[in-house]
């Protein structure tokens, strides 16, 4: 290993483990393509990723933690169903030929992008149908009557498209699947999962995720270190890396407005995807 590629996996360390405090994610979403890019099997950096976001996951995790915006037993409901079929992502992601694993795992950050701009207008029209019913309810009763309704007032589990119980099953499933197939700690589709079936703030969903990510990433990585998958020295590097980005992270999340967090999760996803379409054509047309 030369120092410039030891410099660009401690830096691409640092920048997974910013992005995991302020978005959700493990960080697989930026260490796998990278990992291809430095010529690793697209397995090896599916499998060496999950090593890193273990790292990362924890670190940002336990400062969530410490300043009080995780819970604990959200994290179990959704995780618990994810350490199943991480085993069966990670089995799946050695079947694949790797220009099929990569072109899936770009449909995959598109299918978020529409995910979180549909749970964004579900979210809309169910605050406007309840502000106009509170306006018809208290109308003639003065000038307070008109003022607007915030997220924090509409009735609670109003936001919740299905049950809490079959909506975190099917969250950590998909969560959990997707870690062992895609070496991505499961952010990408449970945040937006989350949002969509559970109704949680993005910032909530955000943290919540980080959490389930230590749980899905741990099986996950189990998994593929059973097959001789994980690159060790690399996914300590990038590991330690995203610790650091972690704790920076994790401490300014509660500060952003959501607005301002959806939009980078959305550009994002949508500036990999390209990246990864590309890098799926080069595996493919190189046989």
């Known amino acids: 290993m030369t120092i410039t590629e030891l410099l660009m996996l401690g830096a691409a360390g640092i920048f997974a483990g910013i992005l995991a405090g302020f978005l959700g994610i493990g960080g697989g979403t930026v260490l796998v393509p990278l990992l291809v890019a430095l010529n690793y ?12 976001i273990v790292i990362t996951a924890i670190s940002g995790s336990i400062q969530n933690w410490r300043m009080g915006y995780l819970n604990l037993s959200q994290v179990a409901g959704i995780g618990f169903p994810a350490v199943i079929t991480a085993q069966i992502g990670a089995y799946l992601a050695g079947i694949f ?4 694993l990569l ?26 149908e309840v502000e106009q019913g509170e306006l018809g309810g208290q109308a003639g009763q003065g000038e307070n009557s008109q ?12 936001n919740i498209l299905f049950h809490p119980t079959f909506a975190k099953i099917a969250t950590g499933s998909a969560a959990g699947l ?63 890396g995203g610790l650091l980005g972690a704790q920076v992270s994790t401490r300014f999340l509660p500060r952003l407005p959501d607005r301002i967090v959806s939009l980078a999760f959305r550009s994002l996803l949508a500036v990999l995807s390209i990246y990864v379409f590309w890098q799926a054509w080069e595996k493919f047309s190189n046989g």
Request: aromatic fraction near 6%; charge should be positive; proline fraction near 5%.
């Open 41 to 52: 099997a697209p397995v090896e950096a599916v499998a060496t990723s999950g090593l890193s």
């Open 97 to 100: 030929p790797p220009y099929l």
């Open 103 to 128: 072109l899936t795992f770009g449909l995959l950050l598109w299918l978020n992008i529409y995910l979180i701009e549909v749970r964004k207008h579900l979210t809309a029209k169910k605050k406007a």
């Open 147 to 158: 003022l607007p309704i915030t997220n924090h007032e509409l009735p609670h589990n109003s």
């Open 178 to 240: 997707l870690a062992g197939l895609f070496g991505v700690g499961g952010g990408v589709i449970m945040v937006p999962l989350q949002i969509l079936l559970l109704g949680e703030s993005i910032k909530t969903a955000i943290q919540t995720s980080l959490g389930v990510i230590v749980i899905t990433a741990i099986s996950a990585t189990a998994g593929h270190a059973a097959r001789g998958n994980v690159l060790w020295v690399v996914g300590l590097i990038l590991g330690g």
